[in-house]
């Protein structure tokens, strides 16, 4: 299976950064790979990071709280909010840093992510369009590494969809 290309779009006129994957299955793989903890924890980090969730509630008003923990031990968390859910079509959740108890850390940007799923025969689309509250909190995302790590998460579903 040769590995599809992440397209990422910056709009800094309107705030927003886009990025479109298509993945070799079909919708209801690539669903439960974004909705389930136990299946996000084995692809979302960049490797040599990996992800532990520490609870996930995936309805409207629940949210992900998980880690990035590092290889050297290092933990870095993180919460999703989920503001909208429309089944195997549409989530739109907030984003945030946070402490280990959900806390959000005001000194890092917030963003909202809009995740948009379309089936195409075996193929999946995922758009996924990233708002910010100023160009500034966009681009502080993306000189942490963003657009490499993300890059990296999404080739690491590809793995674990090919393995199914």
């Known amino acids: 299976m040769k590995t599809k290309e992440a397209v990422f779009s910056k709009d800094l006129a ?5 990025v479109q994957r298509s ?3 079909p919708l209801d793989k690539v669903w439960d790979a974004w ?7 084995q692809w979302w980090g960049p490797k040599p990071y990996k992800v532990e969730t520490k609870a996930m509630e995936f309805k409207e008003g629940g949210f992900w709280l998980y880690c990035m923990v590092g290889p050297t031990g290092d933990r870095h968390w993180s919460i999703e909010k989920y503001n909208h859910i429309d089944p195997k079509k549409t989530i739109i959740n907030n984003c945030a840093f946070c402490d280990e108890n959900g806390k959000e850390n005001g000194a890092y940007p917030t963003h909202t992510w ?9 193929e999946t689309e995922v758009n996924v369009e990233i708002s910010f509250s100023s160009d500034a ?10 657009e490499q790590g993300f890059t990296i998460g999404l080739n690491n579903l590809d793995d674990y969809l ?3």
């Open 35 to 41: 909705t389930k903890s136990e299946i996000l924890d």
């Open 114 to 122: 809009k995740k948009a799923f379309n089936a195409a025969g075996d």
């Open 14 to 18: 309107n705030k927003k950064l886009t």
């Open 162 to 164: 090919a393995a199914l």
């Open 137 to 146: 909190h966009m681009e502080a995302l993306l000189k942490m590494g963003f």
């Open 23 to 25: 993945f070799d299955a």
